[in-house]
């Protein structure tokens, strides 16, 4: 399977990364490389494996916890916001997104 | 060791502990010191952000709690001096994750694991080089530049974890903490001839952890001995139920408690895959005289197989990147980190921003990452790599009924040079093939110095043991380091 400078473009604006065209193709040729390494994990037959998502889950069973919902954290905006690219009456800003 | 600081650099941190708790060193004249040798050794690299004036309050408040007698409890770090990883987010230092997207970014907050030692009174020296958002095995992929190997400046120090193995082989620091996702701690520790161990996923709390791949990320301590790196590891681990929900309910240990237990009859399994026609003969020939000497130490070596090494470096490619690509979404110009300058609308700036903030590798892996969980291709790759990804595990405890751990080498060869594998990520990604399998499984792993080889370059050791089991690892690196001298060699103009 190989991939397509239109499967680099659709994923790039998936992942919102503007490209420039050297770097698509360099990209293209790079993702096309690691994928024939790929190939040799896609004929591996696991029918019937379970997925594995936390590993210690290999020799006990693992619950997802869930914390109790309660306030934990004083307000810090001015911490927060200190690193904000743009604030302004403790808000942060962004581009119009409605006209 | 009167009023001379001179060699303070060379003590562990066991031997440093010791000498504050007894105050024969204060923890302000231990700071300075070092902070001395990083300016001294700045051509390394290895240090992205220093602040003198909060290492030394730390240490002043460390030396007011030694002086009320608070060290007398042994093990204390009380006053000991440590780096972190510039992927643990502190409050004191700027933290960049190696990345111009977060350049000059101060946290409002300090990672569970800085805050977990720094209770204890450590000392924090600075913030190290890594590869961006640790993805890397050379750390090249730092935007503020590669660190050099304190063995030859020519060769990486190995990566993500590379600023913190240099620091350390060079003695600017006694120790510092690392991150391990496919082998970050314990490559780098080969690479740079110290001691490094991963504990089992979820002993430590990733709170505070710059995320690049959550289902591996495990956060471990890098340092010049076993003994220090069990010290180190006891500081840092333990529940953290309410800030990380894959931390595991385990108690906090001590995992110095079984270091001196004797190796008789110690079953070592061996993988017959580690041992491969693409492991370079100098490599090779270290490893097995450290087997040879674990022998004499009662030790029986047991031929094992973990047929799916192999597979470790697709499964780990798809999965890492899958990961990375959903956790660095965040980073989109509006809260935080770097914004483009220039914008036509929203979109605009969330791609103009990504593009200037992100460096060559990680775009790749968010490219790779966004393709294999797009509609259509999660159940052929994602899915499927989980899959092998238990298949994996699985032949771990296969191979766990005949032996009690596991040995073999880090890496296939020795630090290349800076530079040295081009502009091929693959070369990269081929050569983490032996720490890879361990970090699918969330298995505890570590590497420990056994030798040189080509071009006086150093060679580690890779132990990996089962689940929660970091004491007998440790057990097994301290016995091999009370009778050989490799961990106290020490690069030429350090």
């Not at chain 2, 961006?132 to 590669?146: D, T």
């Not at chain 2, 006694?174 to 391990?180: E, K, N, Q, Y």
């Not at chain 2, 004499?296 to 070596?301: E, Y």
């Not at chain 2, 009690?404 to 880090?410: F, H, K, L, M, R």
Request: hydrophobic share 40%; proline share 6%.
């Amino acid at each position: 399977m190989s991939l397509t400078s239109a499967d680099i473009a659709r994923i790039a604006n998936l992942a919102r990364l503007e490209l420039q065209p050297a770097e698509s193709e360099r990209m293209l040729t790079q993702i096309n490389g690691f994928f024939d390494l790929v190939e040799k994990m896609r004929a591996v037959d696991t029918t019937g494996v379970e997925p594995l998502a936390h590993p210690v889950a290999t020799i006990q069973a693992i619950a997802l916890r869930l914390r109790e919902d309660r306030v934990s954290e004083s307000n810090e905006r001015e911490a927060n916001q200190r690193n904000a690219p743009a604030v302004e009456n403790g808000l942060f800003l962004v581009p119009k997104v409605i006209e | 060791m009167t009023n001379d600081t001179s060699a303070l650099h060379d003590l562990s941190v066991a031997q440093l502990a010791r000498h504050l708790r007894e105050r024969k060193v204060s923890a302000v004249e231990t700071a300075q010191h070092f902070l001395s040798r990083m300016r001294t050794h700045a051509e390394l690299g290895a240090f992205l952000d220093v602040n003198e004036e909060a290492t030394l309050a730390q240490a002043r408040a460390a030396d007011v709690a030694l002086a009320a007698g608070h060290a007398a409890a042994s093990p204390s770090l009380l006053g000991v001096p440590v780096a972190h990883k510039d992927i643990f987010v502190t409050r004191d230092f700027v933290t960049t994750a190696g990345s111009k997207m977060l350049e000059g970014y101060r946290s409002p907050f300090d990672a569970t694991v800085v805050a977990k030692m720094a209770e204890q009174g450590v000392v924090t020296l600075g913030k190290l080089n890594c590869d961006e958002f640790a993805m890397g095995s050379a750390n090249e992929n730092s935007a503020f530049g590669p660190v050099k190997n304190p063995w030859n400046p020519l060769h990486t120090p190995g990566g993500s974890s590379g600023g913190s193995a240099a620091a350390v082989a060079a003695r600017l620091a006694p120790a510092a903490t690392g991150t391990d996702t496919g082998g970050s701690i314990r490559q780098p520790a080969s690479f740079c001839g110290i001691t490094g161990i991963k504990p089992t996923y979820g002993r430590a709390s990733r709170y505070g952890m710059v995320a690049f791949a959550s289902s591996l990320d495990q956060a471990g301590p890098m340092a010049r001995t076993a003994e220090d790196c069990a010290l180190l590891l006891s500081s840092m681990c333990g529940p953290d139920p309410d800030r990380d929900s894959t931390s595991l309910d385990t108690p906090a240990e001590d995992f110095t408690r079984s270091l001196n237990e004797p190796l008789d009859g110690l079953r070592m399994g061996i993988p017959k895959e580690f041992f491969g026609e693409g492991l370079a003969p100098d490599v090779r020939a270290a490893v097995d005289a450290a087997l040879s000497e674990y022998e004499k130490l009662g030790a029986k070596l047991v031929p094992i197989s973990l047929p799916r090494t192999e597979l470790s470096i697709p499964v780990y490619y798809i999965i890492a990147p899958a990961e990375a690509s959903s956790n660095l979404s965040r980073f989109d110009g509006v809260k935080f980190g770097h914004r483009a300058a220039h914008y036509t609308d929203l979109v605009d700036m969330y791609k103009k921003t990504r593009a200037e903030g992100f460096g060559d590798e990680v775009k790749r892996r968010i490219m790779v990452g966004a393709y294999v969980l797009s509609h259509g291709y999660y159940d052929a790759y994602y899915l499927q790599a989980q899959k092998i990804r238990r298949m994996i595990a699985d032949d771990f405890q296969q191979a766990f009924k005949s032996c009690d751990v596991i040995a073999g080498p880090v890496a296939p060869t020795v630090a290349w040079t800076l530079g040295g594998h081009g502009n091929d990520p693959l070369a990269d990604y081929l050569a983490d093939i032996f720490t890879l399998p361990a970090s699918l499984a969330g298995l505890p792993g570590m590497s420990l110095p056994v030798g040189f080889g080509a071009g006086h370059l150093p060679v580690g050791l890779q132990l990996i043991g089962n689940y929660l089991q970091e004491a007998k690892l440790l057990n097994v690196a301290h016995r091999f380091q009370q009778v050989t001298d490799w961990h106290t060699a020490k690069p030429q103009g350090f």
